[in-house]
């Protein structure tokens, strides 16, 4: 596994944003965005984000895919994504930051699997739903700046807010009636997200599902329009994606550290996937 004296660029922890504020040991922090703002270099955060968009122009970069920053919007980022940000002036918004620990007490508001966040990190908001989940925001900054904080009622709002975001993607997930459908979608997207790494074969997430992986395939072409292996290769780009671009460790150690016991083999199969090799992805701006 890689480690700190790889060198690793250093992940932003929630203790970055707690300097010089008065609840400094509060689990979750609330923080206003006014103004143009800019992220240039990738980085990643050990915590939770979701950031309310009010009035709002720009762009949101999030594991290598572009949003558009625009009014009304709920931005969801979870440890280790990448991201950057070009906000531009006029812009108001509002995030709350969240302690992986913390996440858990309400995370069960969130009614769909985190895979479809994942892949719908950007969502727009109806006037109404804007209007609760600004007051949520509202009063939970309030709650904080309170002497006699409760952590209970805290949680309790986020739970709302949780249920108001999933309340909004109901609408526009496109593909949440294949996820209803089968959902050992779902469950192989997340055997994926903890053994990538070490399996790359579908015969093994198949057994752990209980089934073929011809069946697997199946589903997966039936659902997801992909194969079963194509899928396992898009967690492993990314991956190596956030690598090239989070730590200064060299591609040799990358590739060990994604299961490839061959450098080469591995710049290959990257090549293949994104059209560049590692070295170059990692020199882009």
């Given at each position: 596994?890689?480690?700190?004296?790889?060198?690793?660029?250093?992940?932003?922890?929630?203790?970055?944003?707690?300097?010089?504020?008065?609840?400094?040991?509060?689990?979750?922090?609330?923080?206003?965005?006014?103004?143009?703002?800019?992220?240039?270099?990738?980085?990643?955060?050990?915590?939770?984000?979701?950031?309310?968009?009010?009035?709002?122009?720009?762009?949101?970069?999030?594991?290598?895919?572009?949003?558009?920053?625009?009014?009304?919007?709920?931005?969801?980022?979870?440890?280790?994504?990448?991201?950057?940000?070009?906000?531009?002036?006029?812009?108001?918004?509002?995030?709350?930051?969240?302690?992986?620990?913390?996440?858990?007490?309400?995370?069960?508001?969130?009614?769909?699997?985190?895979?479809?966040?994942?892949?719908?990190?950007?969502?727009?908001?109806?006037?109404?739903?804007?209007?609760?989940?600004?007051?949520?925001?509202?009063?939970?900054?309030?709650?904080?700046?309170?002497?006699?904080?409760?952590?209970?009622?805290?949680?309790?709002?986020?739970?709302?807010?949780?249920?108001?975001?999933?309340?909004?993607?109901?609408?526009?997930?496109?593909?949440?009636?294949?996820?209803?459908?089968?959902?050992?979608?779902?469950?192989?997207?997340?055997?994926?997200?903890?053994?990538?790494?070490?399996?790359?074969?579908?015969?093994?997430?198949?057994?752990?599902?209980?089934?073929?992986?011809?069946?697997?395939?199946?589903?997966?072409?039936?659902?997801?329009?992909?194969?079963?292996?194509?899928?396992?290769?898009?967690?492993?780009?990314?991956e190596a994606k956030r690598l090239l671009k989070?730590?200064?460790?060299?591609?040799?150690?990358?590739?060990?550290?994604?299961?490839?016991?061959?450098?080469?083999?591995?710049?290959?199969?990257?090549?293949?996937?994104?059209?560049?090799t590692p070295t170059d992805f990692r020199d882009?701006?």
């Amino acid at each position: 596994m890689l480690t700190n004296k790889n060198k690793h660029i250093p992940l932003l922890g929630l203790e970055e944003f707690r300097k010089d504020r008065l609840h400094s040991k509060e689990p979750l922090l609330f923080n206003e965005l006014h103004g143009e703002r800019h992220i240039h270099k990738p980085h990643q955060h050990d915590f939770f984000i979701i950031i309310l968009f009010d009035q709002a122009k720009g762009n949101h970069t999030i594991d290598f895919k572009e949003y558009k920053i625009s009014n009304r919007q709920i931005h969801l980022l979870f440890p280790g994504q990448v991201h950057t940000w070009n906000i531009e002036p006029e812009t108001t918004g509002y995030q709350l930051m969240i302690d992986r620990h913390f996440f858990e007490r309400f995370s069960a508001s969130f009614r769909f699997s985190f895979v479809e966040y994942h892949n719908h990190p950007v969502i727009e908001l109806e006037p109404d739903s804007f209007k609760l989940l600004h007051y949520e925001f509202d009063a939970i900054k309030n709650e904080l700046a309170a002497e006699d904080s409760l952590s209970e009622l805290i949680s309790s709002r986020t739970a709302v807010i949780a249920s108001i975001i999933s309340k909004s993607a109901a609408k526009i997930f496109t593909d949440l009636n294949n996820y209803e459908a089968e959902p050992r979608i779902v469950k192989f997207q997340q055997l994926i997200d903890v053994s990538f790494k070490e399996e790359k074969l579908v015969s093994f997430y198949a057994a752990k599902l209980h089934i073929s992986a011809n069946y697997l395939n199946i589903l997966c072409k039936k659902y997801l329009k992909i194969s079963a292996t194509q899928l396992i290769q898009q967690r492993t780009v990314l991956e190596a994606k956030r690598l090239l671009k989070t730590t200064t460790v060299s591609v040799k150690e990358i590739a060990f550290e994604l299961g490839f016991i061959d450098h080469a083999y591995f710049s290959n199969f990257f090549k293949t996937q994104t059209g560049t090799t590692p070295t170059d992805f990692r020199d882009l701006l």
